[in-house]
């Protein structure tokens, strides 16, 4: 992150606490104004000191955020030591469930078996929605042969589980014509890169594109096994640019950040609708593949650790979330939603 972009967010990160305080917080805040007497020199208001540790783990499409997050609030708090780390949402919500993190960062909903866990260990949590992504589907910036558009039924027959073994876009044809695609699919080596079973950019893509055919086709609900698979998005990237056949998945913001390497497909829920990934067409839903952000804290860490509330405090304050995603790429959510997360916050 450069120097402006940091000093950018520091100036964000005084000021937004300086509004918690100021207005009460969601809960145990840290903030104050100085009431020391004025010199008569102009001075800056000062913020309360904290100190403490606070643990984010999860998702990696969540993680910059978070890390945007984390490097504004020490940039007005340098003795709270915050570790952000992106494993997965899976494993993200692993750890949570046990009580080993007090933040989940997760690029999906969190599932049954993950309440159940936290449920098991005790843990109370409340999810705060934090931004919009759009999951997007690339090939290297050096193809010429793959179309412009994907369908669902297209990426069905290109990745799902009766895809395996398949080395060639046109080993594909006969299940996406099957499906209703009118695409036709390029004589061309075919090269697959994207996130594993850890991921909640995996579990999203299943949800939305693997689920609605398994089932008519009697299939496992699950991708195809066979391919170059990482829960760091960088590789993934890699993977994508690495080869000319290649076809892949990551966030938005990771993929708008290596334009130079890759670039994107048009997405069609159904043939013929095919949109392209924009912030715009992102923030509208209008892109087939937008999908919410969201952190998760842990309410009984919060009430014991001033440090973690004031963080989370900070995460939903005005123009915090507004400028890290601006710095990293992610789309902001409606006033209105946001709204809802700093009311969940608030009532927990």
Avoid at 122 to 143: Q, R
Avoid at 183 to 212: C, H, M, N, R, W
């Amino acid at each position: 992150m450069t120097v402006s972009r940091r000093q950018r967010l520091a100036a964000v990160a005084l000021s937004s606490l300086l509004v918690v305080a100021a207005c009460g917080g969601g809960g145990t805040t840290s903030t104050e104004l100085s009431s020391e007497p004025s010199t008569g020199a102009s001075q800056e208001p000062s913020v309360e000191p904290l100190t403490g540790e606070i643990s984010i783990s999860g998702s990696s499409t969540v993680e910059p955020i978070s890390l945007g997050v984390q490097e504004a609030f020490n940039e007005i708090q340098p003795d709270v030591a915050i570790t952000v780390d992106g494993p997965g949402t899976g494993d993200g919500f692993k750890l949570f469930c046990a009580g080993e993190i007090d933040i989940a960062d997760a690029s999906r909903k969190i599932k049954d078996d993950e309440k159940t866990l936290c449920t098991d260990g005790n843990v109370n949590w409340v999810e705060l929605k934090v931004a919009i992504d759009g999951l997007s589907v690339l090939t290297s910036i050096d193809d010429t042969t793959a179309p412009e558009c994907l369908s669902y039924a297209d990426l069905y027959a290109l990745v799902g589980p009766e895809a395996e073994g398949f080395d060639n876009w046109k080993d594909a044809q006969s299940i996406a014509t099957e499906l209703g695609s009118t695409t036709t699919l390029p004589d061309a080596a075919l090269t697959i890169s994207g996130p594993g079973e850890e991921s909640g950019t995996y579990d999203y893509f299943v949800e939305q594109v693997i689920t609605k055919w398994a089932g008519e086709r009697s299939q496992e609900n699950a991708t195809r096994k066979d391919y170059q698979s990482s829960p760091n998005d960088n590789v993934i990237i890699e993977g994508i640019a690495g080869a000319e056949g290649s076809l892949g998945w990551v966030g938005y913001a990771y993929a708008e950040e290596n334009l130079d390497k890759v670039k994107f497909f048009e997405v069609a829920k159904e043939p013929g609708t095919c949109v392209a990934p924009t912030k715009e067409t992102i923030a509208d839903n209008s892109y087939p593949l937008s999908r919410l952000l969201y952190i998760y804290v842990n309410v009984d860490k919060a009430a014991d650790n001033a440090a973690l509330a004031a963080f989370v405090d900070f995460y939903l304050a005005d123009g915090t979330i507004a400028a890290v995603n601006e710095t990293v790429g992610y789309v902001d959510l409606a006033a209105e939603v946001l709204a809802e997360s700093r009311t969940a916050w608030e009532g927990r």
